[in-house]
Structures are given as structure tokens and as C-alpha cells.
């Protein structure tokens, strides 16, 4: 999002300024791991200034982090009327709306993203692979493979056993084989 915390800008900054600097902390705080820390610090910058993006941006990322997609939708779609020009909210946004199923419009925020960044690897790499329908197709046709090779193995395993004289007893719930006479 934006530059480093330096310090507090005290009490007589201004309130926009003051939001900057929770802003920055926060956003270095989600970087260490320090989830609490960063949702504290990035609520206290948007009480101070409700159009901070970066802010705001930050609360749906780590709605996002939780699994709270409905959450970081409402969080980051916020962060898009703010900065309708960012292609890091349309990829977070993408994230969001993937997580919660929505792989249609999770296809279209990572479009969004690439046209404002056409560099934007991420959104790249996860619009091409959650593509409205592509995975859904993918994922029958990995099904119908295993399908056809399970019938095949399954035709293979008897034919195979009975050349061999072998045979497979259920007893008690347990299965063992065992040779037969040819």
C-alpha cells in the first residue's frame, strides 16, 4: 500500500495525517504476522479518515486472511469506489470474491486488475486459472479420466486375476486372496 511508519505524528497533526500514519503501521504490522496489531491500526485510521484506502484496503486483506469473504468483499469494495485506479484492490477483490465462491466475478476483478496493470502477475496467474467455466470443465474432466481409468484397472485387476488363478474373499470385513486350482 504506502510508505513505512516513522513516528506518531502526535496530537496536533492532522487527522489525515494521523490516518496515514496508522495506515503505514498497520500495513507493516500484517507484514510481520501481527494480525490483531494491524486490524487495531488500521481501524484507528479509518476513525480518523473514513476515505483512507489504504486503510480500508488493509481491513478487507485481513478479512480476506481469516476467511471473513463476505467481510473483505464489503471492505474492499469500499477500497474500489476509493481508488477506482488500483489494481492491487481489484486483485484483493478477486481473492474475496474467489474465496467465497463467486468465481465469475472473482474472473472479472482480475480482468479489472490486468487492464489497469497488465504487470499485475497475480491477478494474472489467478484470473487464468478461475476463469468462469475453465475450472468447472477441468474438474469434470479430471473426474471422467479417473472414472475411465478406475473401470479400466478394475477390468485389468479380474482379468489379471484370473490368469494368475486368484481370487478375492470377503470374510468379516476383511478381503484377502486366494489362489484357486486351474
Known amino acids: 500500500y504506502g510508505g513505512g511508519a516513522t513516528g506518531d505524528p502526535g496530537d496536533g497533526a492532522a487527522p ?10 498497520g500495513q507493516q504490522q500484517l507484514s510481520s504476522g501481527d494480525t490483531a496489531g ?3 491500526s488500521f481501524k ?8 483512507n484506502v489504504n486503510a480500508v484496503m488493509g481491513m478487507g486483506e485481513i478479512a480476506l486472511r481469516q476467511g471473513l469473504f463476505g467481510d473483505a468483499i464489503a471492505h474492499l469494495r469500499k477500497a474500489s469506489r476509493l481508488s477506482p485506479r488500483s489494481s492491487q484492490v481489484f486483485t484483493l477483490l478477486g481473492d474475496a470474491y474467489l474465496g467465497a465462491g463467486q468465481s465469475s466475478t472473482a474472473a472479472d476483478n482480475y480482468k479489472k486488475a490486468l487492464q489497469l496493470d ?7 496467474i489467478r484470473g487464468m486459472h478461475h ?6 470443465r477441468q474438474l469434470a474432466e479430471r473426474r471422467a479420466d479417473r472414472a475411465v481409468a478406475r473401470r479400466r484397472d478394475e477390468r485389468q485387476g479380474k482379468l489379471r486375476a484370473g490368469r494368475i488363478g486368484l481370487k478375492s474373499v470377503q470374510t468379516g470385513g476383511r478381503i484377502r486372496v486366494e489362489s484357486f486350482g486351474k
Open 118 to 124: 497488465p504487470d499485475n502477475a497475480r491477478a494474472r
Open 16 to 25: 489525515d495525517k494521523k490516518a496515514e500514519f496508522y495506515s503505514n503501521l
Open 131 to 136: 476463469q468462469p467455466g475453465i475450472r468447472a
Open 38 to 40: 494491524a486490524a487495531a
Open 44 to 51: 484507528k485510521a479509518s476513525e480518523l479518515d473514513a476515505k
